[in-house]
């Protein structure tokens, strides 16, 4: 495995107490099946959670990872295009992510590290260095999604025009770096609504194509409100305790844009459980935040707390209570600015 750099948010100190130590948080960065889902967890004593161009000739194919031969690869490139390099371009680059995919569902952390850029801040290879913890997909298939190059011919600027690139590669010269590299641009959507459609950007190194940088396209409603369901309010606290959306993390107010741009709320559970459970899950509807609880023993995420991301202009909390393969929403709270 390579020796990348990685940039990481640093610990904040909301994450490094709780009543319980034995209590552990798990933040999911998620962007459905055809991003990889990918878990960092860890006991609250130190470890650190974080919470678009199209050209006429675009190359698209509705695939799954096990499907595509090289004979398949050829013959839709004849069919989409005239012109070989880019239908050659289209098939390289959807190999690569077949690949990328197919080795996240089999928590095959190498073969995700030899597909990725040096500078693929999002690698969850490297992010395993520093000790943080990879969830794929336990082995379960792919699925089927619809793969579409938007820009084969790509630049720098294509790649920061991706939700989240100019933060991860504030301190990158990109242009120096990949400036004279191909570059390509994907859209992938996968075939359950839940998947998103995300946006991947992918260039050369040393001739071959490499993953990186990967996206959700913010698919937002004009109107939050019209993506509500009905509030539930768990009114005898038999989870929740309250819901502060006024909360302020730790960092807000000393420049860190990463923190002083971002809308928390702050979960805190009941400290005398009235559900069995094992796991507390807490969502934001349109942010798209989530985060989990957990504890060694049911019940073990009682006096506690979490903070979750949520859209200023509009948004929902859901708490999941979990136990075993039983899931209920015990809470769910609207929030209209």
Do not use: K
């Amino acid at each position: 495995m390579s020796n990348r750099e990685t940039r990481s948010p640093p610990p904040r100190d909301d994450e490094r107490s709780t009543s319980n130590p034995a209590l552990a948080r798990r933040r999911l960065l998620v962007g459905g099946a055809t991003a990889v889902s990918v878990a960092v967890a860890g006991c609250l004593d130190g470890t650190a959670d974080t919470d678009e161009s199209e050209t006429d000739d675009d190359a698209e194919t509705d695939t799954t990872a096990d499907e595509v031969t090289d004979d398949e690869a050829t013959d839709d490139d004849a069919a989409d295009d005239d012109d070989g390099d880019e239908s050659a371009t289209a098939a390289e680059v959807r190999e690569v992510v077949d690949t990328y995919l197919e080795a996240a569902a089999a928590d095959d952390l190498d073969t995700i590290d030899e597909v990725s850029h040096s500078l693929n801040p999002l690698n969850p290879a490297a992010w395993v260095e520093d000790g943080w913890e990879f969830q794929g997909g336990d082995d379960e298939d792919v699925g089927e999604y619809d793969l579409e190059v938007v820009v084969e011919d790509g630049t720098v600027n294509d790649v920061l025009e991706i939700e989240g690139a100019e933060f991860w590669f504030a301190e990158v010269d990109l242009e120096d770096e990949v400036g004279d590299e191909e570059i390509a641009v994907v859209e992938i959507d996968g075939d359950e609504p839940a998947d998103g459609i995300s946006l991947w950007a992918l260039a050369t190194e040393d001739g071959e194509w490499r993953v990186l940088m990967q996206g959700e396209v913010d698919d937002t409603p004009d109107d939050p409100e019209e993506a509500f369901e009905e509030e539930i309010i768990d009114e005898d606290e038999d989870v929740v305790e309250e819901i502060d959306w006024t909360y302020e993390q730790d960092g807000a107010d000393d420049g860190a844009d990463i923190l002083g741009d971002i809308e928390w709320a702050q979960v805190t559970f009941t400290d005398e459980p009235g559900i069995e459970a094992d796991t507390v899950r807490v969502e934001s509807t349109i942010e798209g935040g989530s985060s989990e609880v957990y504890g060694e023993d049911a019940g073990g995420w009682a006096n506690s707390w979490v903070t979750i991301t949520f859209h200023p202009d509009g948004d929902q909390l859901v708490v999941t209570a979990i136990d075993g393969d039983d899931e209920t929403v015990v809470h769910r709270e609207h929030y209209q600015p």
